[in-house]
């Protein structure tokens, strides 16, 4: 069984909204900094927003776009992204922060394209 699943991508156009989830096999991940991270076709991996304990924060390029929380009752953390640009495009990935090699999931695709 999968450490952390991803899910809720998919195709949209310019200016859409798609809610990512990230759903845990444990409740320990309620309780730690967990990150999601954005792989553009070509590019590294990298960190878009990050939920710790007490806190929650996006980074420069996707702040006021994205905005992520998270349902301990669920053991998910959830990515909503909102005016998305063509440049959102690639596969997106749950992981704890910082990133730690084993516990990659298989990530959820999300194409920004009209």
């Known amino acids: 069984q999968a450490t952390l699943v991803e899910s809720g991508g998919g195709l949209v156009q310019p200016g859409g909204s798609l809610r990512l989830s990230c759903t845990a096999a444990t409740s320990m991940f309620n309780w730690v900094p967990m990150g999601w991270y954005h792989q553009a076709p070509g590019k590294q991996r990298e960190l878009v927003a990050l939920i710790t304990p007490n806190d929650a924060n996006s980074t420069a390029s996707a702040k006021g776009r994205f905005t992520i929380s998270r349902d301990g009752a669920k053991n998910t953390v959830y990515l909503q992204m909102n005016n998305l640009k063509p440049e959102d495009t690639g596969v997106y990935y749950c992981?704890?922060?910082?990133?730690?090699?084993?516990?990659w999931g298989q990530g959820t695709q999300v194409t920004v394209s009209s």
């Open positions: 992981n704890l922060w910082p990133r730690r090699s084993g516990f």
